[in-house]
């Protein structure tokens, strides 16, 4: 998978459309932040408050779920690489990403109301899973793989199972117990404590 | 926090108004099956459709909010007594408790149905948190403070954290990857992997 057709924002050199592309974001979010639900914007909308034509908005994205993906990214810190050093670091890197956005979340309402209403609608949430989070679940995959065949991860746990014994206290926390801390170092802490759990045994 | 106020439909030694109480109870089922939501029904409805008088259901319950605590009770297995005799057994005790409720809600459309409406009403679910949630809760941390007691468990993991690593990866898999197979030996094969990371080093 590919999430090219959805990155446009960011595609970097074409710099005349990369300003429009800017604008029209900025446009969605300023209509968000001012009361509009996800479900009420039509691209025209967007575009007219953006000040440019529908065409210009369809020569980037092919609608509004494709547009909406990089409404909710451009709030969003990217997607780390992870630096293939250790495996223990690289876990680090995308729990500590984990815990950035939840902390994201928790501290912008503007963040906050794209989510949830992104969340609601099962077809943009299913695009935004297909393209965004199926690429960070593929890379926490990797990187256990390579644990596994470098012998730091027991080679005999399940591959989803073992990317939810990392990921799960963390989760748990950022969505369904929102009242609890996410200090820093809690992600070191979870992914050091699991490690040792699924380490090989001599 | 005792939820004795709550426990009625379960109380034993009040024969008469134990079988009001079911009806009561069963009424209330019946109307949500019949797509009444829980933010209509009134003790009057309920009351009519028990063939019961609202007196009746006030002696028993102080309002909706704590009938509705019962009825989504009534839908679920009981808590279990976690036996005492291992801390490996007590905690697989609990997880597979939260594996069996997550597979009732995927296989039953009223539990579904209750739970989905429940969490939708602020007040309520706050209700259902601390009378019934809370309870599993502090069997979880007594649990693991008998283990760090008996040094099964290290004593330097702040227990709220410890209680993440084990729940996390079941419930991120019961509420929130439901497309993901709860599998007999699921509780097991988590507790003895995080058990392994959480014991203390020579």
């Known amino acids: ?24 974001i900025e446009a969605a979010l300023r209509l968000i932040e001012e009361g509009a639900t996800i479900g009420e914007l039509s691209i025209e909308r967007i575009a007219r408050e953006a000040g440019v034509g529908k065409a210009t908005v369809y020569r980037r994205w092919s609608g509004k779920e494709a547009l909406m993906i990089d409404v909710m990214r451009s709030l969003e810190e990217p997607n780390p690489r992870p630096a293939g050093a250790s495996v223990r670091d690289d876990l680090v890197t995308l729990l500590e990403l984990m815990r950035r956005r939840g902390l994201a979340k928790r501290n912008s309402a503007l963040l906050r109301t794209v989510v949830t209403q992104m969340h609601a609608n099962q077809e943009l949430w299913r695009a935004y899973d297909a393209h965004v989070i199926a690429a960070r679940r593929e890379m926490l ?11 730091e991860i027991r080679g005999d746990l399940d591959l989803e199972l073992l990317a939810d014994l990392f990921t799960g206290p963390m989760l748990s926390r950022v969505i369904l117990h929102e009242w609890k801390a996410l200090p820093e170092g809690l992600a070191e802490t979870i992914v050091d404590t699991v490690l040792e759990g699924v380490r090989p045994r001599p």
Chains 1, 2 share one sequence.
């Open 1 to 24: 998978m590919t999430a090219s057709g959805y990155a446009g924002a960011r595609l970097p050199g074409r710099p005349r459309s990369a300003a429009a592309d800017a604008a029209i």
């Open 141 to 151: 995959y990797e990187v256990l793989r390579r644990g596994m065949a470098r012998g």
